[in-house]
């Protein structure tokens, strides 16, 4: 393989990466209710930041929210799916991973609501 092919060969998988990526974003969004609403509620946030005319700030600390929620709420699916494939029947130790991948995912929604009541609260 000469220097062109490889190269070509390293966009292609640089590319496919992204498509894996979208893959997984879209897959997670028709499977996963909690997903859906994170969606949903994202949606919510910037429809009522641009009515409340948020500043950049505001915009940069509610886009990194938005963000971080639906990361982590990808992260719990993927670790709850992996812990699936691992064992189908019920273990202590799977509970206790998804139970903690939740609780990670319901910390940072928590976090992110008070930081959005806070910033919302500067406009009235």
């Known amino acids: 393989m000469d220097l062109k092919d490889r190269r070509i060969s390293e966009w292609k998988r640089f590319y496919e990466s992204f498509k894996f990526a979208w893959s997984g974003i879209f897959q997670t969004f028709k499977a996963e ?3 859906q609403i994170h ?3 994202t949606v919510l946030v910037c429809i009522g930041g641009l009515a ?3 500043t950049k700030f505001e915009w940069i600390v509610i886009l990194f929210l938005v963000g971080g929620m639906l990361a982590f709420e990808l ?3 993927a670790l709850e ?3 699936d494939l691992v064992t189908k029947e ?4 799977a509970k206790s991973a998804k139970d903690a991948a939740a609780g990670a995912v319901f910390i940072y929604a928590i976090l992110s609501v008070i930081i959005g009541i806070i910033i919302v609260s500067n406009h009235f």
């Open 90 to 93: 019920f273990h202590p130790l």
């Open 75 to 77: 992260m719990n699916t």
């Open 81 to 83: 799916r992996v812990v």
């Open 33 to 35: 209710r909690n997903f």
């Open 39 to 41: 969606v949903f509620i």
């Open 52 to 54: 409340l005319h948020f």
